[in-house]
């Protein structure tokens, strides 16, 4: 059973800064993608990042391009989202998804597995 548990959330003044992880486990992670999404009250899930195997392509929400950089740690089967420049418009629970294929995609109906989401505030 794959699980992703994500991390670091949390309450942050806006231009702040913090660092989502997600940590991957149930199955080899070979040959997949990892993103983040984020869903804000009322509002659908919208996609804000995601991330080939290799690493070697990476793809951003113009929302949030560059301010934010996703990376991962395959040997830790961990992906991170450095989150710089901090807006309250980013305050959000943001969710970690994988799909195996190694492509990115920005439809969540792409991604077959989920965290639970950690809390994202950004305060003005």
């Given at each position: 059973?794959?699980?992703?548990?994500?991390?670091?959330?949390?309450?942050?003044?806006?231009?702040?800064?913090?660092?989502?992880?997600?940590?991957?486990?149930?199955?080899?992670?070979?040959?997949?993608?990892?993103?983040?999404?984020?869903?804000?009250?009322?509002?659908?899930?919208?996609?804000?990042?995601?991330?080939?195997?290799?690493?070697?392509?990476?793809?951003?929400?113009?929302?949030?391009?560059?301010?934010?950089?996703?990376?991962?740690?395959?040997?830790?089967?961990?992906v991170?989202?450095?989150?710089?420049?901090?807006?309250?418009?980013?305050?959000?629970?943001?969710?970690?998804?994988?799909?195996?294929?190694?492509?990115?995609?920005?439809?969540?109906s792409?991604?077959?597995?989920?965290?639970?989401?950690?809390?994202?505030?950004?305060s003005?």
């Open positions: 059973q794959v699980q992703l548990v994500e991390s670091g959330g949390g309450l942050v003044q806006a231009g702040g800064s913090l660092r989502l992880a997600c940590a991957a486990s149930g199955r080899t992670f070979s040959s997949s993608a990892m993103a983040w999404f984020r869903q804000a009250p009322g509002k659908e899930r919208e996609f804000v990042s995601a991330i080939t195997y290799s690493s070697a392509r990476t793809t951003y929400a113009d929302s949030v391009k560059g301010r934010f950089t996703i990376s991962r740690d395959n040997a830790k089967n961990t991170y989202l450095q989150m710089n420049s901090l807006k309250p418009e980013d305050t959000a629970v943001y969710y970690c998804a994988v799909r195996f294929y190694d492509y990115n995609r920005i439809y969540s792409d991604y077959d597995y989920w965290g639970q989401g950690t809390q994202v505030t950004v003005s």
